[in-house]
């Protein structure tokens, strides 16, 4: 007789919608100590999430969403994010984040800039960046 392949539980939540609550078999994302990816039965963990591609792996496909910074808990078994900004690649502005892209790397380029107002350009830029990504990614079969 064949085990049931383990899964784990996956929940996204901003302070608005629970987006995704469901088992999965992985997930990879990042966070402010680099490129994580969990497995079920990972060991209890916590960590603070930068920008990024949220990958979900189940039943052999692969979804992306965007997560724009927040907390990730790992703790038996059930993977919670807590975000304020959280997109399905259908919920994305492609047209405003190119815009967005275009107009930051202009004022990069062109303006003096202090070195509170540049961090914050390339942040903002790399939010821009991370919403295109997922934007090129069909969330189908969500």
């Known amino acids: 007789m064949a085990l ?3 899964k784990m539980r996956l929940r996204i939540v901003t302070p608005w919608e629970a987006k995704v609550d ?3 078999d992985m997930v990879i994302f990042r966070s402010v100590g680099g490129e994580m990816g969990v497995l079920p039965q990972h060991e209890s963990y916590l960590c603070a999430l930068t920008d990024g591609v949220f990958r979900i792996m189940n039943d052999g496909g692969e979804r992306k969403m965007a997560v724009l910074g927040g907390v990730c808990e790992i703790r038996e078994n059930v993977v919670t994010v807590l975000s304020d900004e959280v ?3 259908e919920e994305i502005d492609r047209a405003g984040a190119q815009a967005l892209q275009q107009q930051i790397e202009k ?3 062109d303006e003096k800039l202090s070195v509170q107002e540049t961090r914050q350009d390339l942040a903002q830029l790399n939010r821009a960046r991370v ?3 997922v934007s090129d990614f069909s969330s189908q079969g969500r």
Do not use: I, R, S
């Open 131 to 133: 919403q295109l990504e």
């Open 4 to 6: 049931a392949k383990m």
């Open 87 to 89: 997109h399905w690649p």
């Open 107 to 109: 004022k990069l380029q």
């Open 22 to 24: 469901e088992m999965v």
